[in-house]
């Protein structure tokens, strides 16, 4: 096998851990609030020019800024359920589709206003390893690593606390938590408020990677829902491994051909897959 | 006839004589918007065909994209009129829909998933169209062959031909409409976007009936594109397909409103007036003000406003005559 090729794909499988991370965001959120954020993407957007202005422009240390950007998100996240979710939580969901898309324009448009359309780094350069010849990111396996970390950390948050129980609870079913004196208001908000962190997390990680810009949402957006549907809406677990096959296609597509015809395998493959199980991968 | 019917004929051939004197009278600027709003609401009428059964496609980016690059390609490289291109457009549209449609609808993908897989096919033409950069230009788009003015060209510098082929294309749109309005088949298409299980048991052909409005729907998506190509001349990936064009498209029709003939026309009008009336009252300095307050108006009128503006009014208007109920109308 080419040493090139395994480089390819060691590099997808590290995308991987990020784009699992985003994918584990909304699937909680579809889970239990039910609910698809079309905007998911553009949550990190947010959370990527936070980033970029509280390091590169203010001074703030980097650790300090991911912090606040994850914080800020958060936040982002809990104010989109509240100002714009939970009117519409009993309208068709198509109806929530679109609002979340409404949002997508406003938050990819705010940027534009704000921001312009330059593409800015927050000039990290962190070195490329040399693992036996082949060259990996150092950043893509930080990335990795916390990405795989933060998943852990969000799987015993779900397990071991009494929210994660509400949670798990409401995911498995909506009408009986209600009458087990569990308030669903408040879980949605601390969900939302989950996954808003997790896009700031995912925002960190990928701010270390690539440029932001009011676009970049474009980017990962139709990925991520394509990795989710192909685990099966709301199936987290799904949801973890869809994304390592999804970044290995894009990995391996981009080393025979080029990055966009890549993602044109992959968006393929997820249509086919569709279907072949409509339900989802992982779904019996 | 009574009276409102033949009010409503009086009020459609005023209209309809004001629509065909108007290149006369207006300047170039608001022809140049008059024909973007037709085009626009020709595809946004095409996408109403099956948005208001419920089959919410955020796919027909796609249609557009094959219909606006297919006519444009060919004349430009092989010199192929758009008389036979736009054809082929078409057909490769209907094409794709079948090839996407069918098992779509045999495998019962529908809901979130449905328009999740649409938003993929979207994607995989915008990337295609990229990815072909050798003779698209990639992202920096490209411009067609010009000849002048040339019927076989299908290129008119003088904008009232376009605004004249614009015009009826949108009123044959409106009619298609219509056809399926009053047919036997929107009446089979409401079960079917109700309960399809259901449908099927009072002996609906499900399948048939969706492949037959996804193909038309399709097809004059495509025909729109194309004739956006033919009038814009260039063309930009990004603004004929993908994720953002399927959005505007889902979002003018229902905003507009998609369960009366006029409303994805009125979205149409509204969007374009509203995109162009803040572009010139903000000035160029500050771009993305535009669509950052389009963005909230959407917002506010998927949650204050869910059948759009025309059914809105219609609610509002006092029912003379009691209608024959319209069941599953309201689902928005």
């Known amino acids: 096998m080419d040493i090139y090729l395994i480089e390819a794909m060691i590099n997808g499988i590290l995308l991987g851990g990020v784009l699992a991370l985003l994918a584990l965001g909304l699937n909680l959120i579809f889970g239990v609030v039910d609910v698809v954020w ?22 703030l240390p980097l650790p300090l800024a ?6 800020g998100s958060a936040c982002l996240g809990a104010l989109v359920h509240k100002l714009i979710i939970s009117p519409v939580l009993d309208s068709p969901p198509l109806n929530q589709l679109l609002a979340t898309g409404g949002l997508l324009f406003f938050l990819q448009s705010f940027a534009t206003l704000l921001f312009g359309t330059d593409f800015r780094n927050i000039g990290v350069r962190l070195p490329v390893l040399e693992i036996a010849t082949m060259y990996v990111s150092f950043a893509r396996l930080i990335a990795f690593g916390v990405a795989l970390v933060g998943a852990v950390v969000l799987y015993f948050f779900l397990k071991k606390t009494y929210t994660g129980a509400a949670i798990r609870a409401i995911a498995q079913d909506r009408e009986i938590v209600g009458l087990m004196g569990i308030d669903q208001r408040r879980v949605y908000l601390v969900v939302s408020a989950i996954g808003g962190a ?5 925002a960190c990680l990928l701010a270390l990677q690539y440029d932001v810009h009011p676009f970049i949402g474009n980017t990962f957006g139709p990925v991520i829902f394509m990795i989710c ?6 199936n987290m677990l799904g949801g973890f491994f869809a994304s390592f096959i999804i970044s290995l296609i894009i ?34 | 006839m009574n009276y409102a019917t033949s009010m409503m004929r009086i009020l459609m051939l005023v209209g309809a ?19 973007q709003i037709l085009i626009w609401a020709f595809i946004y009428t095409a996408w109403s065909l099956m948005g208001r059964f419920g089959f919410v496609s955020f796919g027909h980016g796609a249609f557009m994209g094959l219909g606006a690059y297919i006519p444009a390609l060919l004349w430009t490289f092989w010199d192929v009129t758009p008389w036979i291109g736009i054809p082929i457009a078409v057909a ?5 829909a079948v090839i996407v449609g069918y098992p779509c609808f045999a495998r019962r993908v529908v809901g979130h998933y449905f328009a999740l897989v649409t938003l993929a096919l979207s994607q995989v033409v915008l990337l295609s169209l990229t990815a072909a950069r050798d003779i698209t230009g990639g992202s920096l788009g490209f411009t067609q062959k010009t000849v002048g003015h040339s019927w076989y060209a299908l290129q008119f510098p003088e904008k009232s031909y376009f605004y004249f082929i614009a015009l009826l294309l949108w009123l044959a749109g409106l009619l298609v409409w219509q056809r399926i309005d009053r047919g036997i088949s929107r009446e089979a298409l409401e079960a079917i976007g109700e309960d399809e299980d259901a449908a099927a048991a009072v002996g609906i052909d499900v399948m048939y009936q969706k492949m037959r409005v996804t193909i038309i729907s399709a097809a004059l998506t495509a025909l729109g594109g194309a004739i956006y190509g033919q009038y814009f001349m260039y063309l930009n990936p990004e603004t004929v397909s993908g994720i953002t064009v399927s959005l505007q498209i889902v979002f ?11 409303g994805p026309s009125v979205g149409a009008l509204l969007t374009l007036a509203l995109t162009e009336g803040l572009r010139v009252w903000f000035g160029t300095e500050f771009i993305g003000a535009a669509n950052t307050i389009y963005g909230i108006l959407l917002v506010l009128c998927v949650i204050f406003l869910p059948q759009g503006v025309v059914g809105a009014l219609q609610r509002m208007k006092p029912k003379r005559t009691p209608q024959p109920a319209k069941p599953a109308a309201v689902k928005p």
């Open chain 2, 92 to 96: 490769a549209a209907i094409l794709l």
């Open chain 1, 198 to 202: 997790l896009a700031g997390l995912a």
């Open chain 2, 17 to 35: 004589a004001i629509l065909v004197a108007l290149p006369a009278f207006v300047p170039a600027y608001f022809l140049h918007l008059l024909i």
């Open chain 1, 251 to 284: 990995a391996i597509g981009g080393y025979y051909s080029s990055t966009e015809l890549s993602y044109v395998f992959a968006f393929s493959f997820f249509i086919v897959l569709m279907f072949i199980r409509p339900r989802g991968l992982f779904t019996p």
């Open chain 2, 252 to 262: 003018a029709a229902i905003a507009g409103g998609v369960y009366s003939m006029f």
């Open chain 1, 66 to 71: 991911c912090l606040i950007g994850i914080a």
């Open chain 1, 38 to 59: 079309i905007s998911y993407a553009d949550i990190v957007m947010c959370g990527m020019y936070g980033i970029y202005f509280l390091y590169a422009q203010f001074g």
């Open chain 1, 229 to 234: 549907v192909l685990g099966g809406l709301g």
